[in-house]
């Protein structure tokens, strides 16, 4: 879950929930194992042609680019909508400063 409102009505009213997400919904947190690439080429023979693998040479909170999904419901078991958004990703950790959403 990364965002919520409580809100309260009464039969038959509606309301507009406004839920905010921001890069730091769509993060992870790499530990940075800068042993992972000599595991690879250990177990392959050769350093990874591209990417970055399993871990990231630095710490810190990354986003991947894509697609996600957003759940919008009552509770993760009534879920009412669904809409997918892009994400632009980067290469770079989020810096230190990054709002948390």
Not at 53 to 61: C, S, T, Y
Not at 71 to 93: F, M, T
């Amino acid at each position: 879950m990364k965002g919520f409102a409580k809100v309260h009505l009464g039969p038959g009213e509606k309301t507009t929930v406004k839920v905010v997400l921001n890069e730091r919904s769509f993060a992870y947190y790499d530990i940075a194992d800068t042993a992972w690439f000599a595991v690879l080429e250990r177990l392959h023979g050769h350093a990874p042609d591209s990417g970055h693998g399993l871990h990231r040479a630095e710490a810190g909170w990354y986003v991947d680019a894509g697609a996600y999904e957003v759940l919008v419901g009552r509770s993760s078991a009534d879920i009412q909508h669904r809409l997918q958004v892009q994400v632009e990703g980067s290469a770079k950790p989020l810096p230190a400063t990054a709002p948390v959403g």
